[in-house]
């Protein structure tokens, strides 16, 4: 089953201006991560947060964690159309066995940055 | 060097065929994965091999039979295509659930 839900499934901003999408999920995680995918391209994994952070910065990118609410966001501030891409949240369970390792895929938010 | 990489890139066959994609990574990962990228882009995984030893197999037919011949590498062998297999296959590696690398995907299309 899937685990991320992601919100919102799209977003069209204008060069500049903050881009902010939010990830839920369901189970105990020991991490969670983000990923970007351009159009007819691979994954790129941009930051990755464990279950006992808050929040992590890496340049322009802020991801925060709140485990109570099983919800992570990501800020990407002054965005470029470079940053146009779908964007993933992904969690890795604490569990170990059949689930060690195991990376659960969100919806994914599709994001247009307008020049 | 690519850290993951995976072959063929496209891949157009009939329905019926048996097809092979092949992914190999250079990172020292002791763990790979296949995940399957549908037409809403939505990515699940298929195959999970630890050291090569199989640890996730989801919910996938049994045409679908991933090999691992050592740690580096993980490949996919799928009998009798059909239609709905078509999609975009990744590879990806990690160590200690944590540094994830993904091979830029093969796109599957059967006709």
């Known amino acids: 089953s899937q685990q991320g839900e992601e919100d919102p499934q799209a977003l069209s901003i204008q060069e500049g201006e903050n881009a902010t999408m939010n990830c839920s999920y369901k189970t105990s995680i020991n991490n969670l991560q983000w990923y970007r995918q351009n159009s007819g391209r691979g994954l790129v994994h941009l930051i990755l947060i464990r279950s006992n952070e808050r929040e992590k910065h890496s340049g322009r990118l802020r991801v925060t964690l709140d485990t109570s609410k099983k919800s992570s966001s990501l800020l990407i501030t002054a965005s470029r159309a470079a940053d146009t891409a779908s964007y993933f949240c992904?969690?890795?369970?604490?569990?170990?066995?059949?689930?060690?390792?195991?990376?659960?895929f969100g919806q994914g938010t599709i994001l247009t940055v307008h020049p | 060097d690519t850290a993951v990489s995976q072959t063929p890139k496209y891949l157009v066959t009939q329905m019926g065929n048996d097809k092979s994609i092949k992914c190999e990574q250079n990172?020292?990962?002791?763990?790979m994965y296949w995940y399957k990228q549908d037409s809403k882009k939505f990515l699940k995984i298929m195959f999970s091999y630890n050291n090569k030893e199989l640890i996730i197999n989801e919910t996938v037919p049994n045409r679908f039979s991933p090999k691992s011949p050592d740690k580096a590498h993980l490949n996919l062998h799928i009998n009798s295509l059909e239609l709905g297999d078509s999609a975009v296959y990744f590879c990806?590696?990690?160590?200690?659930?944590?540094?994830?690398?993904f091979g830029s995907g093969t796109r599957l299309t059967v006709v």
């Open positions: 990806a590696s990690s160590q200690d659930r944590i540094g994830y690398t």
């Open positions: 990172l020292g990962h002791d763990t």
């Open positions: 992904a969690t890795v369970p604490n569990a170990g066995g059949t689930s060690y390792g195991k990376l659960t």
